[in-house]
């Protein structure tokens, strides 16, 4: 087919609006876009002004799916802008903590949001109908995120015992006993699961990326690292500006991100190209059977990252639990300010790395903030996917086309609604 | 399974929901928030559910009764000459966010709600004509919710919703000031509600 339009206006299963874009004619693309129409949301404007001891409560709504990830990166922020170095059970709290958070997410995203595709369901509500076991057994495993946290820090939607220097109240022994017996229960669900994700074939796109995550000796980093890159080089997160660079896409009220390549890609699959030789061994054993290496570059296979990640971080949080437990004598205590200045934190969420950079005033108020999210570092490459996409369709009908772009974009996990806030006020 | 559901059989949860950064659209956080101020009676829980998706479907189905504030949009002349339907805006979006799992098809007011105003239904009795197709984590409002705990065969407690019918939303952590003087009518609402009793689902 020679040539053709597809205007997809507001691509369903992703979170948040955006439309697909692409005009073809006689062979050649002549426009392909990814809009993102949402209207812009002003968080850094929010925090301007606040005492650092409100910030982590005010970013933990940002979103309702990475409340975590948001409240992790932003206290680590804090923390390097007042001179706090958390202790080491506060810090294996955090990644404990941050580890329900991923698998929740990837759970509801490859169950809610993938699945439908490979049942041929417009949306997981007919699923539910049609599969019930599938549907019921992927909310019992978003209970088991939900727990993990309510348990230790008591609140299941937003995480208001996590502070900038500690816990406000610091889990018992029971506590931490309860969590791991929920824990070792979930095993048959996430087993099944493993059986259910591992045949479905994922489409073969392939194409030279550039993959950024968290790095940090001797672990698959989640909570902190320094930022690398698939092509070899190593950055400090306080200079991540020196690394990456914002641009405008006009298309787009969010801004794109490059870094070496004109675009590069963060998240699950990003992880496990940087941090594979890391992974635990259930995770690592999955992803061997798979036939899934460093390093990947087939976006389709972030489905296929998220599955992994999900046994790694099951894996690694029964570690991190049976640590605590051995620490028993251990007491918890506040750590508090020392300075008032810059500070950076970078934490994988589980769509990517999320990026806090807040600088205090002499009273500890928040000067100037910025916030970089997942998604908006991954729009232009989930853009130049498109196109070699559409190359490799040449020929086919423009309904398979769409279709295929749709799950594109679906396996990059989008959070639109959360990246509209980089837009500035020029766009309005 | 992982772990066993709280059950709070002969107990009443007060959720409210929405997002405290996008003005408005927090108003039954703000909500919930003066009514712990004010108390409440034994055997009423309250709890901010924020954003919390498909979450609050666990949440709410372990109680027995539910009452959830939360704001609504006026979606004019969708379904009957005259008549609105009332779109819960719990996970508030920009462009396109009306329809995106939302409350759409409410149930009709006498007449149509204005801007200010607050008003209480039963969402256990709304109709939701067809597949949501939008529905996400972020995006699965009441109305998400209720579909899919219909298409699993799940059973939800009585829910009634209190619902303050907003002029627009706006990106602040404030309310406006229309719906700050709304805030004592829901918690009044909600009071009359728990003093009516249990209604059956």
Known sequence: ?428 | MSGESRVMRGRTLILGVGNLLAGDDGFGVHAVRRLLEQGVPEGVDVEDGATGGVDLLELMAAYDRVIVIDMLRIVEGTESPGGCALVAADSVRGRGSGTMGGLVGGERSPRRPVPGEVVVFRLNRVEFPNPDPYLSLHGCSLGGIVRLARALDLELPAIDVVGYASGGIQWSTELSTAAQRALDDAVRRVRALLEEGAPAA
């Not at chain 1, 309702?64 to 170095?85: K, N």
């Not at chain 1, 049609?130 to 495993?141: D, I, M, Q």
């Not at chain 1, 194409?207 to 190593?234: H, N, Q």
Request: overall charge neutral; aromatic content about 8%; charged content about 25%.
């Open chain 1, 1 to 428: 087919m020679k040539g053709y339009e597809i205007n997809v206006h507001h691509i369903t299963r992703v979170e948040g609006h955006g439309n697909i874009v692409v005009n073809v004619k006689d062979g050649k693309i002549e426009d392909l876009r990814l809009e993102i129409v949402e209207s812009p949301r002003f968080f850094e404007a929010m925090l301007e002004g606040r005492k650092w001891d409100e910030a982590a409560a005010i970013t933990a709504r940002i979103c309702g799916i990475c409340a975590l990830g948001h409240t992790c990166a932003s206290i680590q922020a804090s923390e390097a802008a007042l001179g706090i170095v958390p202790d080491e059970e506060t810090t294996l709290l955090r990644k404990f903590l941050l580890h329900g958070e991923t698998i929740q997410s990837h759970i509801l995203h490859l169950y809610f949001l993938v699945a439908p595709d490979f049942f041929n369901a417009p949306s997981v509500i007919p699923l539910a109908g049609s599969h019930p076991e599938v549907v019921k057994r992927a909310l019992r495993l978003k209970k088991l995120g939900n727990e993990m946290c309510e348990i230790l820090v008591g609140r299941k939607i937003h995480p208001i015992g996590m502070l900038p220097g500690g816990f406000a109240r610091w889990p018992l022994l029971e506590d931490l006993k309860r969590a791991r017996e929920i824990l070792i229960s979930a095993k048959p669900d996430l087993e099944a699961t493993v059986e259910l994700f591992k045949g479905i074939a994922m489409p073969d796109l392939d194409r030279p990326t550039e993959y950024i995550a968290l790095k940090a000796r001797g672990e698959y980093a989640f909570l902190y690292g320094d930022i690398a890159s698939s092509m070899g080089d190593v950055t400090p997160p306080a200079t991540y500006l020196d690394r990456i660079q914002e641009r405008v896409a006009p298309h787009s009220t969010a801004k794109h991100v490059k870094a070496k390549a004109e675009s590069y890609a963060v998240g699950a699959l990003a992880r496990f190209n940087i941090n594979y030789s890391s992974l635990r061994p259930w995770a690592k054993g999955v992803a061997d059977a798979l036939g899934l290496k460093p390093l990947v570059t087939k976006p389709f296979h972030n489905n296929t990252a998220q599955l992994i990640e999900v046994l790694h971080c099951y894996e690694d949080a029964l570690a991190i639990l049976d640590d605590l437990l051995l620490r028993k004598g251990y007491v918890h205590r506040m750590k508090e300010p020392t300075k008032y200045g810059r500070g950076v934190g970078a934490t994988e969420v589980p769509r990517g790395i999320l990026f806090h950079d807040y600088t205090l005033d002499s009273e500890g108020r928040i000067l100037q903030a910025n916030c970089i999210i997942p998604t908006g570092q991954n729009l232009a490459n989930i853009e130049a996917d498109m196109h070699k996409q559409v190359e490799l369709m040449a020929g086919a009908q423009p309904a398979e086309i769409q279709k295929k772009l749709e799950m594109l974009v679906r396996a990059y996990d989008p959070c639109i609604s959360c990246a509209t806030h980089f837009l500035e006020v020029q766009f309005v």
